[in-house]
């Protein structure tokens, strides 16, 4: 926010830049957790949840 305000000059309105801003932190807030832990999964080699085809008894 403080780069858009910056970059925005004198008469910038700060309560859209701050809208602006706050829409996308949901999403950002739990993507890099998300991705450290994909990591750490892989690099550990721990067993990942995958779909396996079953045999349907007929």
Excluded: C, E, H
């Amino acid at each position: 926010m403080a780069a858009q305000l910056a970059l925005a000059g004198p008469g910038a309105d700060a309560a859209a830049i701050f809208d602006v801003a706050y829409a996308p932190l949901p999403f950002l807030s739990w993507l890099p957790n998300l991705l450290v832990a994909v990591w750490l999964i892989r690099r550990r080699g721990l067993p990942s949840y995958r779909i396996v085809a079953q045999p349907v008894a007929a």
